[in-house]
């Protein structure tokens, strides 16, 4: 297939180059149904997940949508608004943004906190035609009279399960409630619980449905296996599985951030280059983290499920549960950073005895058994430490309060 294929998208030539020369040659099935709709105006709902295509598929519309445009944006007035839960994924957004609309005269900027915000005032002061941002950062600028939200023509939501699980419902709302009546709106996200279902009626007009894959469904790609041991064994047996040369790119996933930073210690400690990258880090630590991993400088990136979503970073081979995730939803979004882009990929679990009401959780979720590779089950398994904790009980999801919020 050739680039013709997006062409009969309807997409102009500029973006065609930018596309070809990236090679891209398939336009995958979220942006075959969304683009068109998009590009006439179309509000649209997504039910997708992160490796699909997505920010392609909003991205093109908006950029040609607004190259038709023969004004110039107004100074702290963008015309169209991207919304991220995290700022990886914000940052993520913006480089593909960059690289879309290379021939084209537009300019866009990227808010997010945990920096300081005078570069992002003076873009804004300049003028730009999309704003891409965390809830947080964009508020704090709102409410300093540095953005308005008047302009707006182009709305997307991205990873509204995420953001709303995050605690960010009401900053979104408040988000919502400064934009024009008449707008177009892009709604995407993973999973379609009933609050998430709930904002997207509220903020959608007749919108076009796109559902690229089955909610929560695994990519069929990933080899899944799971190991049954002790949770004083893990370091060991994680060091020892390591010793394959087959496990090139490697994300470990722990349940915390003190967590990470001890297994990333080990590896560094026994010759496995790792970095870590969660919460308490500084952004600055975060991006050289992930561009150390992205560049092959580090052979393994320890992360809290804060990487689960919208790091998109081509060759990860494997994905280790280093900890099961209490949430059945977010192993999903875990193994999800292996097998894209049409590769395979494996998924690896250290199941602790106190952690199998979570893996039977999993194997509910995804209507599946994972390969036991060693170990046995526990036949009486102890209390999860954690079964206070939203998720702890097999087929329930307890959420946080709307109201609060997780540091990103």
Known sequence: ??????SELGLQESLLRALSAENYQHPT????????????????????????????AFGLPILQNLAALSDRPVPRSPRA???????????????????????????????????GQKPQVDALRRGVDIVVATPGRLLDLMNQRH?????????VLDEADRML???????????????????????????????????????????????????????DRIKQSVFFVQGEGKRALLADILKD????????????????????????????????????????????????????????????DIAARGIDI??????????IPNVAEDYVHRI??????????????????????????IERLIRNRLTVAGGEPARHEPKPANANRRGSHPGKRRRRPQGSRRAA
Do not use: W
Request: net charge positive.
């Open 29 to 56: 099935p979220i942006q075959t149904q969304a683009i068109p709709p998009l590009l006439a105006g179309k509000d649209l709902l997504g039910i997708a997940q992160t490796g699909t295509g997505k920010t392609a």
């Open 81 to 115: 608004l991207i919304v991220a839960p995290t700022r990886e994924l914000a940052i993520q957004i913006g480089q593909a943004l960059r690289t879309y609309g290379r021939h084209l005269s537009l300019r866009h900027t990227v808010i997010f906190g945990g920096v």
């Open 147 to 155: 953005l308005r939200l008047d302009k707006v023509l182009h709305f």
């Open 165 to 219: 699980d995050m605690g960010f419902i009401h900053d979104v709302k408040k988000i919502v409630a400064a934009l024009p009546k008449r707008r177009q709106t892009m709604f995407f996200s993973a999973t379609m619980p009933n609050a998430v279902s709930g904002l997207a009626g509220a903020i959608l007009r007749d919108p076009v449905q796109v559902a690229v894959t089955p909610s929560a469904t695994p990519v």
């Open 1 to 6: 297939m050739t680039q013709n294929e997006f």
């Open 245 to 304: 040369p087959v496990l090139e790119r490697i994300i470990i996933f722990t349940r915390t951030k003190h967590r990470a930073n001890r297994v990333a210690d080990q590896l560094d400690r026994i010759g496995v280059t790792a970095q870590a990258i969660h919460g308490n880090k500084s952004q600055n630590a975060r991006q050289r983290a992930l561009e150390a991993f992205r560049k092959g400088k580090a052979r393994v990136l320890v992360a809290t």
């Open 314 to 323: 081509d060759g990860v081979t494997h994905v280790i549960n280093y900890e």
């Open 336 to 361: 999800g950073r292996t097998a894209r882009a049409g590769a395979s990929g494996a998924a690896i679990s250290l199941c602790d005895p106190s952690e199998q009401a979570f893996l039977r959780d």
